[in-house]
T-cell receptor, first 111, second 112 residues
């Protein structure tokens, strides 16, 4: 079957660094994406990794290890506005490479 | 105007009623998706379509049906709504593998 696992909740303080992990098990794999969602609003795209390694976009970075079926999202210099849910997602390859999401990690940033 | 528009934004319906949720997009994307979101369960795929003649079941398609009326329109129907279909529903579009998915603002559906 297909599954993506993430921690359900993470708490951190303003200015800190936090890492949200994602492990996946899929029948095929093209790449790992990360999305942010505030309070039940529309999820918005943050990053995409198709190859092993680290991708950096401002305060956010995303890492992928295909051999370990593992990735993470790294948020630096945390701000209160980063409080949100974060979802990893994979295109599962195969004939249809549909987009499958993890269960999400609720990040609470405290003053 | 939003790139991906869902209607209605909120709906309360009775058990056994048929209801349709609509999604339209101006992105020109071929790929469209319907997801439902429940607390603690993330976004679960209901149906997806990669072009007008293509319809595929997702993880949780039972009790739902879809119609891809045009490249820009993808509708989700609940033929006979039941209370455990109460959820937040999202439509999304993408341009292909490795590209960003764009989401609508969601439809909050309550079945009583």
């Amino acid at each position: 079957g297909q599954s993506l696992e993430q921690p359900s909740e993470v708490t951190a303080v303003e200015g800190a660094i936090v890492q949200i992990n994602c492990t996946y098990q899929t029948s095929g794999f093209y790449g790992l994406s990360w999305y942010q969602q505030h309070d039940g609003g529309a999820p918005t795209f943050l990053s995409y990794n198709a190859l092993d390694g680290l991708e950096e976009t401002g305060r956010f970075s995303s890492f992928l290890s295909r051999s370990d079926s593992y990735g993470y999202l790294l948020l630096q210099e945390l701000q209160m506005k980063d409080s949100a849910s974060y979802f990893c997602a994979v295109e599962d390859g195969g004939a249809t490479n549909k987009l499958i999401f993890g269960t999400g990690t609720l990040l609470a940033v405290q003053p | 105007d939003a790139d991906v528009t869902q209607t209605p934004r909120n709906r309360i319906t009775k058990t056994g009623k048929r209801i349709m949720l609509e999604c339209s997009q101006t992105k020109g994307h071929d790929r469209m998706y319907w997801y439902r979101q429940d607390p603690g369960l993330g976004l679960r795929l209901i149906y997806y379509s990669f072009d007008v003649k293509d319809i595929n079941k997702g993880e949780i398609s039972d009790g739902y049906s879809v119609s891809r009326q045009a490249q820009a329109k993808f509708s989700l129907s609940l033929e006979s709504a039941i209370p455990n279909q109460t959820a937040l529903y999202f439509c999304a579009t993408s341009d292909g593998v490795g590209t960003e998915a764009f989401f609508g603002q969601g439809t909050r559906l309550t079945v009583v």
